[in-house]
Each structure stands twice: as structure tokens, then as C-alpha cells.
Nanobody
Framework: QVQLVESGGGLVQAGGSLRLSCAASGRTFSVDAVGWFRQAPGKEREMVAAVTWSGSLTYYTDSVKGRFTISRDNAKNTVDLQMNSLKPEDTAVYYC???????????????WGQGTQVTVSS
């Protein structure tokens, strides 16, 4: 099993920044990719960004390109999401998830964190 714990959510004004962190523990050697997802009220969950532990692959959904940056620290087993130029439409519960590779993370990741709320006020 892999345990994931998110931190760093909160309330910020439009144009501001937040940094989310996902700490992984347990059988982390069994996963090679971590993604950040978000779900706003009444909307489907979407993958925002993903990265492999090797750092060789990254993915961003179009709406966050140029504003969000995903990074990983292999020594600490953490994956961070730096969010800049935040917009009210970025308001959602953000989750991190992990799987064997990015394809698995995009389709049906087996491991999920509990989520952290991000609220962007206008």
C-alpha cells in the first residue's frame, strides 16, 4: 500500500499563489507516477498535472499550463504543485494520486490522498 497526504491548501485572492505538497509513504517503490487532481462542486474530477518519479515525464492540463508547476523530491518522497496566478475557477478540492505510470494515474490510480481545499476569491 501507498499512503498519500496532501497539505498546503487554503484561501487566496485571485492572482495569488499557493503551493501544495503530497507526501508519499509505504510501498513507494511500487509507483512511478504521481498526479494532482481537482474537483469543483458540480464538476467532474480532472487531472491537473502529473509527473514521474524519474522526472522524465510531466503532464499539465491546458487550463493550468504556464501557471502551475509540478515537481518532485525523490529523497523526501514528495510531489509539490506550485500554483501561481490563481483564478476563481481554480477553486476545488485538490487530491494527489499515485500509480505505476502516468497512463495508470490518468485512468484509474489505485492510491489517493484525502484532499485539500483550495479557494480563490475574486
Amino acid at each position: 500500500q501507498v499512503q498519500l497526504v496532501e497539505s498546503g491548501g487554503g484561501l487566496v485572492q485571485a492572482g495569488g499563489s499557493l503551493r501544495l505538497s503530497c507526501a508519499a509513504s509505504g510501498r513507494t517503490f511500487s509507483v512511478d507516477a504521481v498526479g494532482w487532481f481537482r474537483q469543483a462542486p458540480g464538476k467532474e474530477r480532472e487531472m491537473v498535472a502529473a509527473v514521474t518519479w524519474s522526472g522524465s515525464l510531466t503532464y499539465y492540463t491546458d487550463s493550468v499550463k504556464g501557471r502551475f508547476t509540478i515537481s518532485r523530491d525523490n529523497a523526501k518522497n514528495t510531489v509539490d504543485l506550485q500554483m501561481n496566478s490563481l483564478k476563481p475557477e481554480d477553486t476545488a478540492v485538490y487530491y494527489c494520486a499515485a500509480g505505476a505510470n502516468i497512463v495508470v494515474v490518468r485512468s484509474k490510480p489505485p492510491y489517493w490522498g484525502q484532499g485539500t481545499q483550495v479557494t480563490v476569491s475574486s
